[in-house]
């Protein structure tokens, strides 16, 4: 029972519409995954898996929907595409790599620079 | 051979299987910590109520070197016995028989006393201590696991079904637990995953122990998969004797009636909620007030503590509680209280248990996170459970009860018998500041001093609309009552609704927003 509780637990503002109430927060509020815009010349991995083959070289302009590389994940052999036009800026993997979900596998810039 | 003879030889044949494993693997599983299957049962069960089916049943495998194999009961205990004198139907799985691994007659001396189960009208107990499906047995392990969620499901809401989780359960093995009632875990014991962390590191690269990964801890507080927590087996098992003393035997049955005793609790219910509602206090002290013996006992204490549910007796008979929690989070709804929330309600309904709903809630927990991860289809499941509920409801709004979540939770509107409200209580669209903000907008905008013109109708406004007298004067409220009067009101309204008879329209079943 809480009249045995002898914890005192860290209270803190917690805005709910525009009321701000005193209280705690739990473990699972405090680790939620913040939100951020993703930037599109920024093609990251959908799944964690392993690079396979790489199709591009950095400098190269490439078409849409053009292959980029192949990340294998689950048994399947996932072909990743060019979203737009654009030059490759940067590759950040290299053919046997084993990246986890959401890495920056390759950085575009526009073709027109 | 003379009768004794036999009965000597009888008495043999079950010592030796009854060994399980034999020493060497009894003593490795006492090393990890661990009660055997069978003295976890003996340990459960009342003295002398246990009887064991299927002792001798062996399995058929003839591969991979199992002809020759001999697995004590085929690596599961299963029987009949009592636990407070309640009949019950239990099985255990026993991790020193080739590490309790499920093949088809394993499988099959589950189903059977599921089956029996479901048949007697008694609560099904499942221990479950297992490396997995036996994967010599191929397919047949496969079909196993499939009979048994099969019967899982045919039993939900006809018997209690309860799942204990004292070792490994891993891949096809832990969705028996997850279609059942309830699921205890045990720190440092239990382990629950579909996919173990060697898996993950091969096929992903991700590295995790076992304990961060499905842990007891994990379930009970991050998942939401474990509903009782323990830090021992002993504990452990007294928590599942708790539980069936307080739950009906089946849906044809109310719980079992003891004698009524007055709450214990020594904090006068007038003072525990503060006057600024800004301020938190713990809604289980109010619970504690009305319960006989100021007993609670809480279902996922850990998870989404922002709201509490559990089950207390009323005039010696067990109800369930539903209330918002402002210790945590302020006490809002999110998609994993609205979750836990939503399931209890069902689970209540479907066994006759009437529902007390105690409310201070001031929203829905605003946030991106929240909104992707759909707070819409997962706060609807409350919605859902409130309205389909037939089983006595009664709600006391102690403080804030602000838009959908006023509504949310177990509202006139949803079909509650009763409405109670404190006279603090504040029954409104949205928090005063917040709707003060919008209808007096242009007010305020044109103020010399926006703040001061905001502070005065923030002020008017908790005057006109903060309080419970306009849902009263609508009928929405059935009676303003003071703190003190709760209980017997409590007692009174579920004493009124004994004999309730709600009907809904014939279906199949719901499509509710799973």
């Known amino acids: 029972m809480s009249e045995n509780n002898i914890e005192t637990p860290e209270l803190v503002d917690f805005a709910v519409t525009a009321r701000k109430y005193k209280t705690q927060l739990t473990k699972k509020f405090k680790n939620r995954k913040v939100w951020i815009e993703s930037n599109p010349y920024e093609i990251q991995s959908f799944i964690p898996g392993t690079i396979i083959q790489i199709s591009v070289n950095e400098g190269d302009i490439v078409k849409e929907s053009d292959p980029l590389l192949i990340l294998e994940a689950m048994k399947m052999q996932n072909r990743i595409e060019m979203p737009f036009t654009a030059k490759i800026k940067k590759i950040n993997v290299t053919v046997g790599d084993r990246i986890p979900k959401d890495t920056i596998m390759i950085e575009l810039e526009s073709a027109d620079e | ?514």
């Open chain 2, 1 to 514: 051979m003379s009768l004794k003879k036999n009965i000597l030889a009888l008495r043999q044949k079950k010592a030796i299987v009854e060994k399980g494993g034999g020493d060497k693997a009894i003593e490795k599983q006492a090393a990890m910590g661990k009660l055997t299957a069978r003295e976890r049962i003996l340990t459960l069960l009342d003295q002398n109520s246990f009887h064991e089916y299927d002792l001798f049943v062996e399995h058929e495998e003839r591969n991979f070197g199992m002809d020759d194999k001999v697995l004590a009961g085929d690596g599961v205990i299963t029987g009949t016995g009592t636990i407070n004198g309640a009949p019950i139907c239990i099985y255990a799985q026993d991790f020193t028989v080739m590490g309790g691994s499920l093949g088809l007659k394993h499988a099959r001396k589950i189903t059977k006393i599921m089956d029996h189960a479901l048949k007697m009208k008694v609560p099904c107990i499942g221990i479950n201590d297992s490396g997995g499906a036996r994967i010599q047995e191929g397919i047949g392990a496969l079909a196993g696991y499939g009979e048994i969620f099969y019967r899982n499901t045919l039993s939900s809401g006809v018997i209690p079904q309860i799942s204990v989780i004292l070792g490994p359960c891993a891949g096809g093995a832990v969705y028996s637990p997850a279609l059942t009632d309830f699921v205890f875990v045990v720190e440092n014991i239990s382990k629950m995953f579909i996919t173990g962390p060697n898996v993950i590191e091969t096929v992903l690269g991700e590295k995790i122990s076992q304990e961060d990964l499905g842990g007891a801890r994990v379930h009970a507080e991050i998942t939401g998969n474990a509903h009782f927590y323990a830090m021992s087996e002993l504990e452990c098992l007294e928590q599942i004797k708790e539980l069936v003393s307080l739950i009906p035997h089946s849906n044809q049955q109310k719980s079992t009636k003891v004698e009524p005793k007055k709450p214990t609790f020594k904090k006068n219910i007038e003072n525990i909620i503060p006057s600024d509602p800004k301020q938190p206090y713990d809604v289980r002290d109010i619970i504690y007030a009305l319960t006989d013996e100021s007993k609670f006992l809480e279902v996922q204490e850990l998870w989404a503590p922002n709201i509490v549910i559990g089950f207390g007796r009323m005039d010696g008979e067990t109800v369930g509680f539903v209330a918002n929690q402002p210790l945590y989070l302020a006490g809002v709804l999110d998609c994993d209280a609205s979750d836990k929330a939503a399931r209890f309600i069902r689970f209540c309904d479907a066994f006759n248990i009437p529902i007390i709903t105690l409310e201070d809630m001031p929203g829905y927990l605003p946030g991106v996170d929240q909104e992707h991860a759909g707070v819409i289809r997962h706060g609807a499941k409350m919605l859902y459970a409130y309205s389909e509920a037939t089983v006595p409801k009664v709600t006391v709004i102690l403080r804030k009860a602000y838009g959908g979540g006023y509504i949310a939770m177990n509202s006139r509107h949803l079909g509650a018998d009763f409405m109670f409200a404190w006279p603090g209580a504040e029954i409104a669209v949205m928090g005063p500041e917040g709707a003060a903000n919008i209808i007096f907008r242009k007010e305020i905008m044109e103020a010399e001093d926006e703040d001061a013109m905001r502070q005065q109708k923030v002020k008017e406004y908790i005057e006109k609309f903060a309080n419970p007298f306009v849902a009263a004067s609508k009928g929405y409220i059935d009676a303003v009552i003071e703190p003190l009067e709760t209980r017997g009101l409590l007692l009174h309204a579920l004493n009124v609704s004994k004999n309730k008879d709600d009907h809904r329209p014939y279906k199949k079943h719901g499509v509710p927003p799973f």
